[in-house]
């Protein structure tokens, strides 16, 4: 081994040792959080805290919850844009997020149940109402659905006949599947899909939650498919397919309020299970539109739904 | 847990060194991203600070533009080329480019500039010409300081390069934000580890080139490095 | 650009630049009473400078998101998290200036000082540090605008800051958005910048000049790029 000689590369070795020292002190001397995992944070006091994915549309739900329940005199406290459910459901579970919007299906086999075989909107939500920790409940799921899908362009379509994911079955060898990060890891992302429909693609590129990236990488052709959430406004101005999905391999994903029991009282569930009897697919679907194609304000296209479906805002 | 005994434990997994996501692949699409970078920001740089040093004004300007342009935010300006451009090499390679010219313009101005009266006098006393000064005299003189200004800018650049995940790029910060998506902190931890490593390796190889590439009494003579 | 988002949401925007400024200034103050004394010890015992100025070397080439997320199983998803890293980095520019500044104080003043009957601290504190002051002052503005620029990737962790613009701008394919916060953080940063050099101009009015090109070299040789 070579011993350093030089001045610079002796006063680069010591203040490395240093550093070493530093860190190995550090790690042994930390006791760490109670929580055997880093990211989730310790439980919270206080007002009544909505949490949101990192996602615009996930955002927008927590909104119309925040408004509604100030406009019952609730105390609210928001915290948007956590990060993806790997990350928030901790948080739920503990308390440190007392209300946030869920799918009930990938909420079911992502987190709380991963060999869950439910299909629709019944067998979910009993699955869940079943397998939920107990500081945890879901309410009143709603008509609304936001569900993950394979999706590819219309061109893509029509050159090799696609309607439905079982079609895919010869070409997915050389096809790239993009989709958010965890798509790699959940249940009904690539697992699922190599479990229900036999499918192995080529590589997955790890994007964002439906969002430009995405679906810039699905115009452009970095991906030939992608996991395109089915609200998704470009949808529709893209001219993209989202393929049937006949084995359900994404279960009914109906939009329901995930809250933590002791955090919330009566008035909180009924302006909760209020909105969610009168949100639809297509009121969200709009909303969306409103919120990512038009950048209208989170608030403002919230306070209006609210008003226009005859809630308190 | 720490952190290294995280780390310790997702980078020991033998699947994490294969495939397309794994380490290798990895590290050379961060070594790509950086080379690449790294190597036309110098191109544009160094003739203009060599140049504008060997001129011997615009000094001031120099400095604040460089204050202006490190006050530039890594992630705004990744995220505003992702929107504009979609996925193109232009995407990661402007920001990086862009971001690394700096150190290289300033130091390269600063090391021409401060190259002594006296040298370039006796120099020119010798009969060379202004050109021949600028090659055989200031720039040998300036080397340090250039050299300064390139580590700085490769370091500088590893680490936005590990930012560029966040827009769907590949690259060490691929497990860093994956693993943030994920919950994952084992994948975060490794990816950390990962590019501090990578980060100090540029660092040593820097010292190394200067060793090589300086002559031994502009060495001695030299402040810190 | 939709200029009409702007006014529209000026409350947000000052929210965040708010968060922005309080994430992006006390690292580099807190680095300021730590490299103070430091750097006087490392003047007085001159053997602790190399391995000193390895060390913040090192630190410095560790990129920002690996260290907020290194320090997450310790600090939380809290703005310590930020806060600690970033004031790491201002060491690393601080440091070397207070070090810099006091042995740019010339040796007959010293000489003079210590002839007129003044202690230690005394001469540390009335003549030393004074004349020193420009080139913390340097090191300050390096301090502060990296600090603020990078104090935006805390958002890639969660923790509010003018950051959220660009996420929430990349996830809605908003650009005004995106240049609205790029916006801030620099006129926020170059505001903190013109402020340092104003009190420069004000504590030295004697040394105009020289203090010019020391700050030049200082400037450079420090941390030439600092928004990492």
């Known amino acids: 081994m070579m011993i350093p000689t030089s001045p610079a590369l002796k006063r680069t070795a010591a203040g490395g040792i240093a550093i070493a020292a530093g860190l190995a002190l550090a790690a042994c ?76 299906g990938a909420l079911l086999s992502t987190s709380v149940d991963t060999s869950s075989t439910a299909a629709t909107t019944a ?20 008509a609304a659905q936001d569900k993950d899908s394979v999706t590819v362009t219309q061109a893509f379509a029509s050159k090799y006949h696609l309607t439905s994911i079982s079609n895919l079955t010869p070409y997915a060898k050389t096809m790239v599947i993009g989709g958010p990060p965890e798509f790699r890891t959940r249940t009904d992302g690539l697992v699922g899909l190599k479990k229900n429909y036999g499918l192995t693609f080529k590589s997955f590129d790890p994007l964002d939650e439906s969002g430009p990236i995405t679906l810039a990488a699905l115009t452009d052709g970095k991906v030939q498919a992608a996991d395109v959430f089915t609200t998704t406004p470009q949808i529709i101005t893209d001219h993209l397919v989202a393929l049937a999905d006949p084995k ?22 009924s302006t909760l299970n209020a909105i969610s009897a009168r949100l639809t697919t297509a009121g969200l679907l709009a909303m969306d539109k409103a919120v990512i194609l038009d950048h209208a304000d989170y608030s403002t296209v919230a306070t209006g739904w609210l008003k226009a479906v005859g809630l308190p805002s | ?99 690394a010219i700096p150190p290289i ?119 810190q490095t | 650009m939709i200029w009409s988002w702007i006014p529209d949401h000026l409350g947000l925007i000052w929210q965040l630049t708010v968060e922005n400024a309080y994430l992006g200034l006390v690292p580099p103050l807190v680095g300021l009473i730590i490299s103070v004394p430091l750097g006087i010890v490392c003047v007085r015992w001159g053997w ?69 009957g003044f202690g230690t601290l005394r001469r540390l504190v009335q003549v030393e540090l004074p004349i020193a002051a420009p080139i913390v002052i340097a090191g300050m503005r390096v301090a502060v605008v990296s600090s603020i620029s990078l104090a935006s990737v805390g958002q890639l962790i969660g923790i509010s800051s003018l950051g959220y613009l660009f996420i929430d701008g990349l996830q809605r394919d908003f650009p005004t958005e995106i240049v609205v916060g790029m916006a801030c953080v620099i006129i926020l940063a170059l505001a903190a910048d013109l402020l340092l050099q104003g009190v420069r101009a004000l504590l030295t009015r004697w040394q105009r000049g020289d203090a010019d090109v020391a700050t030049r070299r200082v400037l450079t040789r420090l941390t030439p790029g600092g928004a990492r």
């Open chain 2, 105 to 223: 313009l300033v130091n390269a101005y600063e090391g021409v500039i401060g190259v002594d009266r006296d040298l370039k006098d006796a120099a020119r006393g010798m009969g060379m010409t202004p050109r021949q000064v600028l090659l055989k005299v200031e720039i040998p003189v300036a080397l340090p300081l250039i050299l300064l200004g390139l580590r700085t800018a490769a370091i500088f650049v590893v680490a936005t390069a590990t930012i560029a995940a966040e827009i769907g790029l590949g690259g060490l910060g691929r497990y860093i934000i994956d693993g943030l998506a994920t919950n994952n902190y084992g994948e975060v931890a490794g990816g950390a580890v990962l590019v501090v490593a990578l980060a100090l390796a540029v660092q040593v190889s820097f010292v190394g080139i200067r060793r090589l590439v300086v002559p031994a009494g502009l060495r001695q003579g030299a402040a």
């Open chain 1, 123 to 142: 067998q979910v939500d009993a699955a869940l109402q079943a397998k939920l920790p107990s500081s945890m409940e879901i309410l009143i799921p709603s």
């Open chain 2, 1 to 99: 847990m720490s952190f290294f005994s995280y780390a310790w434990d997702w980078l020991s997994q033998s699947q994490q060194w294969q495939g397309a996501n794994g380490i290798p692949t990895r590290l050379v699409q961060h070594l790509v991203y950086t080379g690449l970078s790294l190597l036309i920001a110098t191109l544009i740089a160094l003739p203009l600070g060599v140049i504008i040093g060997h001129a011997g004004r615009g000094g001031s300007a120099v400095v604040s533009l460089a204050n202006v342009w490190r006050s530039i935010p890594t992630l705004g300006l990744l995220v505003l080329m992702v929107i504009i451009l979609a996925f193109s090499i232009a995407t990661w390679l402007v920001p990086l480019v862009v971001l």
């Open chain 1, 248 to 269: 359900s391999n994404f279960a009914a994903q109906n939009v329901v309020p995930l809250v933590y029991k002791k955090g919330v009282n009566s008035t909180v569930v």
């Open chain 3, 48 to 116: 602790l400078y190399p391995p000193v100025l390895s060390g913040t070397s090192i630190v410095y080439a560790i990129p920002s998101l690996a260290l907020f997320v290194a320090l997450i199983p310790y600090t939380g998803l809290s703005d310590t998290t930020v806060i600690i890293p970033l004031t790491l980095f201002s060491l690393c520019v601080l440091v070397p200036a207070v070090v810099d500044g006091l042995r740019s104080v010339p040796e007959p003043v010293r000489q003079a000082a210590t002839a007129m």
């Open chain 1, 29 to 104: 001397g930390s006791s760490g959080s109670s929580s055997s995992n880093p990211l989730t944070p310790t439980a919270s006091k206080g007002s009544v805290v909505i949490g949101s994915a990192n996602f615009p549309e996930n955002e927008l739900l927590a909104q119309i919850y925040a408004t509604a329940l100030a406009a019952k005199g609730v105390k609210v406290t928001d915290k948007f844009n956590i990060g993806a459910r790997e990350v928030y459901y901790p948080e739920v579970k503990s308390g440190a997020i007392t209300i946030i919007p869920e799918y009930n």
